[in-house]
């Protein structure tokens, strides 16, 4: 089988990677893709969101399936636009993908099905919205916007002024576009967070290995929210008691009442939850694999990639076994100094030589390009370096080793990923 791979980040890179070590693979190709995918699968200059461009270039190459990794394409309906031509494709439909699409749709969803969530109001104007923070006076408050944005549509206002300003800027200021003609207010829950992507044909639901992203910029989780600083799996606190409780609460009434509403979803479901006094509630739903949770948890799969994908989209998928590695992974994020505000681009990496500089670990791209025969920066999050090991110790030990391996300008990297999991592990 020939593949597209759709998408240009680390967690595509883990994607490629995986899929290049199947028998049953042959070519791979990615688009747009980066420097570190570009050794391991052809790369094209086609944007992921170019619906038309997409759909050309899959035709040119004869591919047999399309893998649409990130959320703006598969919230647009890239899935349904390939199957209307005749293409095989991994990924919700948009019909299904709303679920990460529209956080208006995904908290009334949970409500209806009594999923357990955080409590919540909808807004489709600032001052009645402004109106109720001033009369709930509770902080801190969480305040999202409808749509997409980039993953930085959630701002946790830890007072009135803050909460007034997020409010302006989503829904007056149109920071996010039309994202923000709808907001979400909903309470602060408090709890560690769990990762549970999971495969599903919209009927099964089989989690992949739990893990742990670290979402702020800094060390002790202070600073900025970005897209994922460092991920370890699986997650201690997921006990197989949590992941019991959560199928029954949580997974199969999300897959079955998607189905039943005529939103069958066939994909990589993830789940963003929090594990608070009141048992585990849901952060976010995505549609898609996270990133960089796919580079820690795609590197432990043991089983054969495509076997799953196939079974995803033939609907069989309690007909298959998914097998995990036993131990321990972890990937650390470096960036670029100043995300996930401003930052350079163009910075040459040095160190990087051949993919896995050092024995186990594996160095994922996420935003790299070339550049005069040279690897440079070429976005926020540039490198996903990823290590396995017997333990998490191991697994982290050896991803820093292969940080300080690397370097670049203004290198940015988080020197505590996967600390307070440690504490659990030891105790
Ligand atoms: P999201 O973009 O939806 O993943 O949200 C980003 C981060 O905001 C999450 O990973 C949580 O850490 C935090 N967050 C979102 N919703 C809540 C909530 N209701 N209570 C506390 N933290 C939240
Ligand atoms: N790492 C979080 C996400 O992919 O949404």
């Not at 619906?51 to 899935?79: I, N, S, T």
């Not at 919209?202 to 060390?219: E, I, Q, W, Y």
Request: proline residues 3%; negative net charge.
């Amino acid at each position: 089988m020939d593949i597209l791979v759709v998408g240009g980040g680390g967690r595509e890179h883990a994607v490629v990677r995986k899929l290049s070590m199947s028998q049953r693979v042959g070519k791979v190709y990615c688009a747009p893709g980066n420097a570190g995918i570009a050794a391991l699968a052809e790369c094209f200059d086609v944007a992921a969101t170019d619906m038309e461009g997409m759909v050309a270039l899959a035709k040119k190459l004869e591919v047999d399936c399309v893998f649409v990794a990130p959320d703006d394409p598969l919230v647009m309906g890239m899935v349904d636009r390939m199957n209307a031509e005749g293409i095989r494709a991994f990924g919700p439909s948009k019909a299904a993908a709303i679920i990460e699409g529209s956080k208006v749709f995904s908290k009334e969803f949970m409500k209806k099905h009594s999923i357990p969530s955080a409590k919540y109001e909808v807004f489709d104007s600032s001052a009645k919205a402004v109106e109720y923070v001033k009369l709930q006076n509770s902080y801190p408050v969480v305040i999202k916007a409808d749509g997409l944005a980039l993953g930085k549509g959630v701002i946790i206002a830890e007072s009135f002024e803050d909460a007034e300003k997020g409010i302006l800027s989503i829904m007056e200021d149109k920071v996010f576009g039309e994202s923000g003609n709808n907001i979400v207010i909903e309470e602060f829950l408090t709890g560690p967070e769990v990762s549970v992507l999971s495969f599903t044909d919209g009927k099964t639901v089989r989690p992949m290995l739990s893990s742990m992203d670290h979402k702020r910029a800094l060390d002790g989780n202070r600073g900025l929210n970005t897209g994922g600083m460092g991920v370890i799996a699986p997650n201690p606190y997921f006990t197989e008691e949590l992941a019991d409780r959560c199928m029954e609460e949580i997974f199969l009434p999300t897959v079955k009442n998607m189905a039943k509403e005529g939103r069958k979803f066939k994909g990589c479901l993830y789940f963003g939850l929090m594990l608070t006094e009141n048992g585990p509630k849901v952060i976010e739903y995505n549609c898609r694999f996270g990133d960089p949770e796919a580079q820690a948890v795609l590197h432990m799969l043991d089983s054969d990639f495509i076997d799953i994908i196939d079974a995803v989209i033939d609907e069989r998928l309690s007909d298959i076994d998914i097998s995990w590695r036993e131990g321990a992974s972890a990937c650390v994020i470096m960036a670029s100094g100043g995300y996930p505000e401003k930052y350079a681009k163009g910075v040459e990496i040095s160190g990087l030589d051949e993919d896995g500089q050092l024995e186990g670990v594996t160095v994922y791209h996420a935003g790299t390009a070339f550049k005069d025969g040279k690897t440079v920066t070429n976005g926020g999050r540039v490198l996903g370096v990823t290590a396995e090991g017997a333990t998490l110790s191991e697994a982290l030990k050896k991803a820093y080793e292969g940080v300080s391996a690397i370097e670049f300008d203004k290198a940015h990297y988080r020197t505590d990923i996967g600390r307070s999991a440690m504490d659990i592990v030891d105790r």
